[in-house]
């Protein structure tokens, strides 16, 4: 896939600007052909240096950009040349999906095998060892503490999770 292709989808734009923020999305969003260093990318975009390294250097992290360096034999100073890799991008989109699935996956687990309850004063909630350890009392307001249904919440991490499994055609893998 192009890099305009790339570019003109919303959820990559959307990963992109998650990545990077945006003071350095004029950098993700703009890759040139080829090399470049970050001085040209910042004169180019009207950015400061230091935004633009920055963006780079994330995009490095995430495997979206490497760099070659090259010494100046008479001064000594490094130059970086910088490329992009977007072509990377649906896999690392793909690995983000599956990290999300197993921390939903985990938190559904969490919230339905713990009981809650809630000050709804303060709108703190604690599980049930430690609303009993406060007397069902909170610590905070000494308000009652009521018993909290979580029932929508987890409904609605199923949702997702279904939705998700669906998109990476990954089959329920629950124990019957």
């Not at 969490?110 to 609303?131: D, K, Q």
Request: with cysteine.
């Amino acid at each position: 896939m192009a890099f305009e292709d790339l570019l003109e989808d919303p959820v990559i734009q959307k990963y992109l600007h998650e990545l990077v923020g945006p003071k350095g999305m004029p950098v993700a969003a703009a890759p040139p052909d080829g090399e470049v260093t970050d001085e040209e990318l910042a004169e180019e975009l009207g950015l400061e240096l230091n935004d633009v390294r920055r963006a780079l250097f994330i995009l490095y992290e995430n495997d979206l950009a490497s760099y070659r360096r090259l010494r100046d034999e008479d001064s000594g100073w490094l130059t970086y040349l910088w490329t992009f890799e977007y072509e990377n991008i649906p896999e690392q989109l793909e690995e983000e999906m599956y990290r999300l699935l197993d921390a939903l996956e985990q938190r559904q687990d969490y919230e339905y095998n713990h009981e809650f309850y809630l000050c709804e004063n303060c709108g703190i909630r604690f599980e049930f060892g430690e609303a009993m350890d406060f007397g069902f009392e909170c610590p905070d307001c000494g308000s009652q503490l009521e018993a909290m249904e979580n029932t929508m919440l987890v409904d609605a991490m199923e949702d997702r999770i279904e939705a998700l499994r669906d998109e990476l055609n990954v089959e329920n893998d629950i124990e019957a």
